[in-house]
Every structure is written in structure tokens, then in C-alpha cells.
């Protein structure tokens, strides 16, 4: 009866309103959030400077705009790579590298090697950057020209008199950025409200439990622990793929370094640029799960390479052309994990083939980075691929 | 720019009404018209192409052919509709001709080329117009194609918008042309319907234009206009695109080879249903809603299609603006061009019925597949629809048909009616979303238990209830004409039976309550503020 009375009461409340001024109070709130956004313009597009960041991992659509910010907020490291090493914060990078103190991940889905040339060719000569991690992924067999749809190149190419620009911001609202915005405006560093509650890609929380069958809030009470086994399905089709493409996963792949352009037409020119300046450079593989290059040849496999075909060659052309490349470089080093067989032999490493899931294979990898104890030469490379490819052919699963 | 992107809602519209009213209110209706063209190319240009990085030079391109194309037209109208050119009838049959190949050509030529050389190439086909498709291209093609057809037939309503001055005075007749020149300009590249329709008739519009309130500033056009778009956009927004999600991921591991779950093909197939339903519904409420912003009230293009007891209810709700097009100028002379043949030829019994209405109606059912794209399974969509009509007309004509009409009641034949309709236009509908034929199979060899369950994907509790509460709203809730009947929200397209359960008969009016239920729609809608999922019926 109360409930009755008080809710009378509150509807009758709403005749002293018209019709329009109730219709319409969200589009008036929501259009001041909006204006508001424009204004404070918190990516620096058009009239916003760049913003400060603080040392939290940023989502993971956010960071791809925050090279101004990278290049002028004193990071002594930056890590860039793609949606395998999107999920090394700041804090393990910290943890690993002794002399660096202000690191950070500017890491986004599929890097390709033109927009990879344009990050790296300003990361070079930003001052205060004593090293940069480049973590090479398949992604980059692909042509000099191919720009990954993830980073947004035109916005470091606005102007304040250019109307694209302004369309550019005006299209860009959404409540993430909302967010930012008025915390920048709070605070004066560019955050978000849940910035700190997920230091996992967004995309792996979703798709974890679609491949491993474990929700995402046991897994993360679980730190990187998978108790549940996989769903049989994958498990079978991962089987499947190694029954059939045994004989060929290690076909050739008759590709040179010509047509693997961006180990000399990106890596090699930063290397040396950043060598000038002084900028120690580490390369390294993200090892993917030996099963990877069977369920890649499978036409039900989801992974998208620019050739079908003999992939674990393509990629090991991919690893020699860099290593040639890089070679000789001052201050560069090359590593790789592939042969760490309990790494990569192990699925449950991995929430699906290529993306680590465990924390503690992130810090493994970090450390011997910095340690440069997993070092690929032109000396040592036939050694190592040879190790690679005998594991990979006679590979067994075991689940 | 699309109707639920932030910068059209708060930016663009807000902008366009304040200078329409204001043009309108000092400077007449033509002001407020001309306020209408240009804003409407000023949102043509930056979507005039799909995707998301287009060239700017094809968005210059694209703009250019559409402004080509209302000029052209509005040339070969004014010619059609003159009085001095009204007894050159071979000249006019000529320039009418002209016009209609220009029109369907350019047509073909940007929609279809590279579709048959992909058809007839495979997948590596070189496209012949690198542009790619310019938006609205099939809508504002058809809107000038009726013109045409209007003017050539000297339309009374039609005339009126060509209509010249009578004085010998050039000033005066320059003035006419420019005046008509703004009106058809303004209907065709009138934003609300430039893209994805729906379509409409000059002679429904011009007499809007013409009425000494247009352009004056009313508050009942704002409230309905308002409670239009909310409705609309919360179910673009809110439901179809959720309603989308499920679908995509059980359509894209067919696509990509797989099979899966029966539960899981169904959940596909349902959820695609829904989320055509209510994007392209929703854009057509929205479309209403911002021209009644103008104080336009446009056809009606949805009417409860899913309640459908058959085929023909289907046609007769679903895309109407569409259908009655193609029933105008397709279905019908073909029609009375058999009739008139088996008449000749002295035909009858199943040979009549071949030429004057089993093929006119797979031509028009054929053509309307080829109006969503020239791809297979658009193709076996519109045979499939196309016989599933003759079936169903066929059957209703039959002595048995009459035998179980008196044997039943209108409910139950309307309730068996209804299940029948709606498996077979899931069924149909999926074929429609696959991306090709092998596609659809595996679709179907899952819905029937026979898939694996490829990836495993878990299957969700929270998207089956979404998919009952969307098809409750479905099948128990008003539509959005219904709710807002008493004010007449829009031109009357078919005369359809209401099919709304009475005591969910709820009638919208202009007071604090309903504004309030406004408001609840907008504020759920704009969570979803900066998602840019395109709507569906823009790829066609």
C-alpha cells in the first residue's frame, strides 16, 4: 500500500512537466556529456594537448592513441607488439628490467608493418627511451603497405583546420572515452574507472571461456590456473589437425626475405635509428603452442595469414629474415622461446594457440629478455631451427 | 552518418531543425526546404561510401552521381510534366525511356557489375568500379524512377511540384524552376529516407511541402517525432544488436566451415529473424520519427511482419514501402500484360495462370531478391518466396481451402497460419543471412542435430531470454504506429488486421507518463552510444 501511495505520488509529480521537457531531460544530459567530451578533446585530436598517463595498463582499444602521450610523458621502456603481449603490464615489465622505472605497453591487435614502421620510426627518436621491445608476430609476413585497421593513423595526422579532423572527434564519443575525459578533467591524467579492475585484454576474457570452458572470475581468482580440462571438441579438432597435416606442417614454404619485406624495410632502419640514439632493442618471437602450426593449415582455424599454406615455414622464414636483418646492430638482440618446450608443448599455456594465458610465463620471458639468454645469431639460427622443426614434426599431443 | 551515432544526434539534428524552423519561420517554406538539401548532402557526403577508411575521392564521386543523377531527373521531369511537350507523345515515350535506362543503369552499373564478375570469376574477380557501392543508391534510384513514372502519366499531385509561372516574365519563370528545382531536390535527397528509405511517393510528400504550416514549429510533430525515434533507436540499439551478436557467431562458424550444436543453429537462426526485424524496423521508426521532426509524416514501411499468417500478410507488412513499389510498377503490367495475352491466345486453366500471375510473380519476387545483391542465395530466397506465394494463393483459391475455412475459426486458421509463416520464414531468413549455399547446408545440418559442435561455444541462459523477450514484444506489444494510431504518425501503406492481444492495446498520448516512458528509452539506448554497428539494410 505504501509502495502504492509513494509510487501515485511520484507520477503525479510529473504533471508538473510537459510531455517534452520529461522525453526529452536524457538527450539534454547525455548532450552535455557529449559537448563536453568535444571540448576537452582528451586524445589530443584537434585542441587537446597530449594527456598525461599514469603507470596502470590502459584497455586495450585505448593505448593505439596514446603515442603522443608516449612520446612526451618520459617512459624509459616501451613494449609494442600485438595481441600476444597485450597482456604484460607495466608492473611485470618493471619487475623484470632492473634499470627502467616508468615502462609501457603500447600494444595493439595486429601491428602491421606500415603503421609499425610509422610507431617505431617516432619511438626512436623520443627522448628518455632507453629500450624498446619489439615482439614480432606472424602479423608481420604480410606486405609493406598493409596498415592494421586497429591503429588510428589519421588521428596523428589531424589539424585544427581540417573539417575531416573535427568529424574525426565528433565520431569518436563512446562512454569509454567519456570516461577519460572527465577524469582527465578531474585529475589532470588521462584514467578510467575501470582501468585497474582488468589487467587482461578485454577480448581474452571474452573468449576464454569459449575456448577453455572456464569462466573468466574463476580464472582470475584462480591466477592463471585452468582446472577444468578443455571442451573435447577442441581438443579433438586440435588431434585431428596433427593426425592430417603430419606430413606437410613442415612443408617449405619457398618464400625469401623478399617476400618478408619488414624484417629489412621496418625492423632493420629502426634498429639502426634507435642504435644512434642510443636505445637498446630486443626483438623477440611470442612462442605460439607447437599445435598451432597443425591447426593453422585447417581451414576451420580462425587464424588470418596472407598465405594458407606451409605456415610454420612461412614463420620461420619470418624468424631468419629478422635475425639476418638485425644482425651486426649495436645494442639489438633477437630472442625466441619456441624450443622451451614447456612452454609451448603444454596447451593449457595458452587460452587458445598463440595468447599466453599464464603470468608467470610472461615474467619468464621478460627476465630472459633482459638477461638476453634466449639469443638468436646468424651462428646460431640452423642450430635452433633445426631443434624447432624435429619438435614440431614429431610432435604428440597429450590430452 | 548514421541515425544512432552521437555526432548525427547531437550535432547534426539538433542544428538542422534549429535552422529549418528558423528558416522556415522567417523566411517561408522554400528557405526551409533549401535548408533540407543542403544539410541532406552535408550527411550524404561522409557516408556516401561504406566502411570505414573510404577515399575521399570516391566519397567525392559517389556525392557527384547522386547530385547528377536529382539533376538529370529534375531535367527529364520538367520536360515530361510541360505543357507544350504534353502531345509529342513519341518524344516524351522517348525521353521517358531515356530516363528510366539512365536510372536502372547506373543502377547496374554500380550494384550489380562487380557482383556477376564475382559470380562469374570466383573470388578473384577484378573489380570494374573500383568506388565500390554508393550508399542509398537502390532507394534513391527507385524514389526517381517513380517520379519519372508520375510525370509521364502527368500525376495531378506530381504536377503540382513542376508546375511553371504563367507570366511571360523571366524572373518569374526562373523563380518556378528554382522553386521546383528545391521541392524535388528536397524529396529526394531528403536525409531521413535518402539511404535506407523508406520509399516514398512524390505525390505523398510535395502536399506536405505546400501546406501553410510547413515549416512553422509545432510541438505535437516534436513529441511524436521524439517518441518515434526512441522507439526506434532502443530497438536498433538495444535489441537488434544484441539480437545480432548470438546470430553472428553461430552464421560466421558456418561460414567458416563449421557446424555446431542443434540448440545453438536455432538460437543463430532465431536471433537473425529478430535482428532484421528490429534494425531495419527501427531505422524505419527513426526515419519516421526525425521527418515528423519536420513535421513530414512519411508511409509506413513495418506493420507487426512477424505476426504474419502467411506469405502474402508477410509482403503485405514487411518492407512495404518496397513492395507496393514493385507491385505498382513490376507485378501489375506484367500482370495485365499476361491476362491480356492469354486472353489473346485464348489460354486457360494452369496456362493462364503461367503467364498472367505464377510468372509476374516470380519476376517480382526474383527482382526483389536482385535488390539485396546478386549472390546465390539472394537468388534461391526470392524463387523460394516466389513459389512459396503461388503455393499459397493457389491453396487459398482451393475448394479444400474453402472446406477447412468453414471447418475452422479465423483464430485457429490465424494461429496455424502464424506457425506455419514463421518457421518457414526463419527458415528462409537464414538462408538470406548465409554468406553462400554451403553455408546455409551446414546451418541446416545443425538445426537437424546432425553438426558437431565444432568450438564449443556455451550457450548462453541470458541469450535465450533475450530472445523471448524480444519475440513477446513481438507478438504482445503494440508497434510503434499502433501505439501512436490516435495521431495519425504516417501515411497508411496496406490496410492490414491488428493482431495486438486488446488489453495490450495501449494508446500513446503527448502527457508527462508517456514522456517519461520516452525518456526510460532514450536513457537505455544511449549506454549503447558509440557502438557503430551499421544497420543491416544499408549494404543494399
Known amino acids: 500500500m505504501k509502495l502504492r501511495i509513494l509510487t501515485l505520488r511520484s507520477f503525479s509529480l510529473l504533471r508538473h512537466f510537459s510531455f517534452l521537457s520529461v522525453a526529452l531531460l536524457p538527450f539534454f544530459v547525455v548532450g552535455i556529456i557529449y559537448w563536453s567530451y568535444i571540448f576537452i578533446d582528451p586524445y589530443g585530436l584537434i585542441w587537446g594537448a597530449p594527456p598525461r598517463l599514469n603507470d596502470k595498463p590502459y584497455p586495450d582499444n585505448v593505448r593505439a592513441r596514446l603515442l603522443r602521450a608516449v612520446e612526451t610523458e618520459n617512459f624509459d621502456m616501451v613494449l609494442i607488439g600485438g595481441s600476444t603481449v597485450m597482456s604484460i603490464t607495466p608492473a611485470m615489465m618493471k619487475a623484470s628490467f632492473d634499470e627502467i622505472s616508468r615502462p609501457f605497453n603500447f600494444s595493439y591487435g595486429?601491428?602491421?608493418?606500415?603503421d609499425l614502421k610509422y610507431i617505431l620510426g617516432r619511438l626512436a627518436k623520443t627522448k628518455n627511451i632507453k629500450r624498446i621491445i619489439v615482439a614480432v608476430d606472424y602479423s608481420l609476413v604480410s606486405p609493406l603497405d598493409q596498415m592494421s585497421v586497429f591503429f588510428p593513423i589519421k588521428n596523428y595526422t589531424s589539424s585544427q583546420f581540417n573539417p575531416q579532423s573535427w568529424f574525426r572527434l565528433a565520431r569518436s564519443f563512446n562512454w569509454q572515452n567519456a570516461d577519460g575525459a572527465l577524469n582527465l578533467?578531474?585529475?589532470?591524467?588521462?584514467?578510467?574507472?575501470?582501468?585497474?579492475?582488468?589487467?587482461?585484454?578485454?577480448?581474452?576474457?571474452?573468449?576464454?571461456?569459449a575456448f577453455t570452458g572456464v569462466e573468466w572470475s574463476d580464472f582470475a581468482h584462480g591466477e592463471g590456473d585452468i582446472?577444468?580440462?578443455?571442451?573435447?571438441?577442441?581438443?579433438?579438432?586440435?588431434?585431428?589437425?596433427?593426425?592430417?597435416?603430419?606430413?606437410?606442417?613442415?612443408?617449405?614454404?619457398?618464400?625469401?626475405?623478399?617476400?618478408?619485406?619488414?624484417?629489412?624495410?621496418v625492423l632493420r632502419p629502426f634498429a639502426q635509428e634507435a642504435a644512434r640514439h642510443g636505445i637498446k632493442v630486443d626483438a623477440f618471437f611470442p612462442p605460439y603452442a607447437t599445435v598451432a602450426y597443425y591447426d593453422w593449415l585447417s581451414p576451420k582455424s580462425f587464424l588470418a595469414l596472407p598465405r594458407r599454406t606451409a605456415i610454420f615455414d612461412q614463420l620461420l622464414t619470418l624468424k631468419r629474415c629478422v635475425v639476418e636483418a638485425l644482425d651486426g646492430i649495436p645494442n639489438v638482440a633477437v630472442s625466441a622461446f619456441d624450443n622451451e618446450d614447456w612452454i609451448t608443448s603444454n596447451i593449457y599455456t595458452y587460452y587458445d594457440t598463440s595468447h599466453i594465458i599464464r603470468k608467470s610465463v610472461y615474467r619468464y620471458i621478460l627476465e630472459k629478455i633482459e638477461a638476453r639468454s634466449h639469443v638468436l645469431t646468424v651462428t646460431n639460427f640452423n642450430e635452433f631451427e633445426s631443434r624447432f622443426r624435429n619438435r614440431v614434426r614429431n610432435y604428440t599431443p597429450d590430452f | 552518418m548514421l541515425f544512432v551515432e552521437s555526432h548525427f544526434i547531437f550535432i547534426f539534428l539538433p542544428i538542422v531543425i534549429a535552422l529549418f524552423y528558423l528558416a522556415g519561420t522567417l523566411s517561408g517554406k522554400y528557405a526551409a526546404l533549401t535548408v533540407i538539401c543542403l544539410s541532406s548532402v552535408v550527411f550524404y557526403f561522409p557516408n556516401s561510401i561504406a566502411g570505414d577508411n573510404p577515399n575521399i575521392s570516391h566519397l567525392v564521386l559517389a556525392t557527384s552521381l547522386?547530385?547528377?543523377?536529382?539533376?538529370?531527373?529534375?531535367?527529364?521531369?520538367?520536360?515530361?510534366?510541360?505543357?507544350?511537350?504534353?502531345?509529342?507523345?513519341t518524344a516524351r515515350k522517348a525521353v521517358f525511356t531515356i530516363g528510366m535506362t539512365l536510372n536502372f543503369g547506373a543502377l547496374a552499373l554500380f550494384k550489380y557489375t562487380n557482383e556477376f564478375l564475382k559470380l562469374a570469376e570466383g573470388t578473384n574477380y577484378a573489380p570494374l568500379i573500383a568506388i565500390g557501392i554508393p550508399a542509398g543508391i537502390s532507394f534513391y534510384t527507385f524514389h526517381q524512377a517513380v517520379v519519372l513514372s508520375d510525370c509521364y502519366n502527368r500525376k495531378s499531385e506530381t504536377l503540382e511540384v513542376f508546375k511553371r509561372s504563367a507570366s511571360d516574365d523571366v524572373i518569374s519563370r526562373l523563380k518556378a524552376y528554382l522553386r521546383s528545382a528545391i521541392s524535388y531536390g528536397a524529396f529526394i535527397l531528403l536525409f531521413p529516407q535518402l539511404v535506407i528509405g523508406p520509399i516514398s511517393y512524390l505525390a505523398e510528400i510535395a502536399p506536405q511541402y505546400l501546406?501553410?504550416?510547413?515549416?512553422?514549429?509545432?510541438?505535437?510533430?516534436?513529441?511524436?517525432?521524439?517518441?518515434?525515434?526512441a522507439i526506434g533507436f532502443f530497438k536498433k540499439v538495444v535489441i537488434a544488436d544484441y539480437l545480432g551478436g548470438i546470430a553472428d557467431s553461430g552464421f560466421s562458424t558456418a561460414a567458416a566451415g563449421g557446424t555446431m550444436a542443434a540448440a545453438r543453429a536455432w538460437q543463430a537462426a532465431l536471433a537473425y529473424y529478430g535482428q532484421l526485424y528490429f534494425d531495419f524496423s527501427g531505422y524505419s521508426d527513426m526515419a519516421v520519427g526525425i521527418a515528423r521532426l519536420f513535421g513530414l509524416r512519411f508511409p509506413n514501411n513495418f506493420d507487426s511482419p512477424l505476426r504474419a499468417v502467411g506469405i502474402a500478410d508477410f509482403y503485405q507488412r514487411w518492407h512495404m514501402t518496397l513492395t507496393r513499389v514493385i507491385a505498382k510498377f513490376l507485378f501489375t503490367p506484367l500482370s495485365l500484360w499476361g491476362t491480356r495475352f492469354a486472353a489473346d491466345r485464348v489460354l486457360s486453366g494452369w496456362k493462364r495462370k503461367t503467364v498472367a500471375l505464377w510468372i509476374p510473380l516470380w519476376l517480382n519476387f526474383f527482382v526483389i531478391a536482385l535488390w539485396h545483391g546478386a549472390t546465390s542465395t539472394f537468388f534461391l530466397f526470392g524463387l523460394v518466396h516466389g513459389s512459396w506465394y503461388i503455393l499459397e494463393t493457389e491453396i487459398k483459391g482451393a475448394k479444400l481451402w474453402r472446406r477447412y475455412k468453414r471447418a475452422t475459426s479465423e483464430r485457429q486458421r490465424q494461429i496455424f497460419g502464424q506457425f506455419i509463416a514463421t518457421i518457414g520464414l526463419i527458415l528462409t531468413f537464414a538462408l538470406f543471412r548465409s554468406s553462400d549455399l554451403p553455408s546455409f547446408a551446414r546451418l541446416l545440418t545443425s538445426m537437424i542435430g546432425r553438426g558437431e559442435d565444432g568450438v564449443a561455444l556455451p550457450i548462453s541462459s541470458l541469450d535465450w531470454a533475450v530472445i523471448a523477450a524480444s519475440f513477446a514484444i513481438v507478438?504482445?506489444?503494440?508497434?510503434?504506429?499502433?501505439?501512436?494510431g490516435r495521431y495519425r504518425p504516417n501515411i497508411k501503406t496496406f490496410t492490414n488486421v491488428t493482431m495486438t492481444p486488446w488489453w495490450f492495446r495501449f494508446e500513446w498520448r503527448p502527457t508527462p507518463c508517456w514522456g517519461l516512458f520516452v525518456a526510460v528509452l532514450l536513457a537505455i539506448a544511449f549506454v549503447k552510444l558509440g557502438t557503430k554497428i551499421p544497420f543491416l539494410y544499408g549494404q543494399f
Not at chain 1, 578533467?185 to 571461456?209: A, Y
Open chain 1, 185 to 209: 578533467l578531474r585529475t589532470g591524467t588521462l584514467s578510467f574507472s575501470w582501468q585497474n579492475s582488468n589487467e587482461w585484454p578485454e577480448f581474452m576474457r571474452r573468449e576464454l571461456t
Open chain 1, 110 to 114: 595486429v601491428p602491421l608493418p606500415a
Open chain 2, 475 to 484: 507478438w504482445l506489444l503494440p508497434n510503434a504506429y499502433e501505439l501512436l
Open chain 1, 227 to 265: 582446472s577444468n580440462p578443455r571442451p573435447s571438441a577442441v581438443q579433438s579438432r586440435f588431434r585431428d589437425a596433427v593426425d592430417r597435416y603430419r606430413d606437410i606442417v613442415d612443408a617449405p614454404a619457398g618464400i625469401g626475405c623478399t617476400e618478408v619485406p619488414a624484417a629489412t624495410h
Open chain 2, 211 to 229: 501546406k501553410r504550416s510547413f515549416g512553422k514549429l509545432r510541438r505535437i510533430d516534436i513529441a511524436i517525432g521524439t517518441t518515434l525515434f
Open chain 2, 66 to 89: 547522386l547530385l547528377a543523377s536529382v539533376a538529370i531527373n529534375f531535367a527529364i521531369a520538367c520536360y515530361l510534366t510541360d505543357e507544350g511537350t504534353k502531345s509529342h507523345t
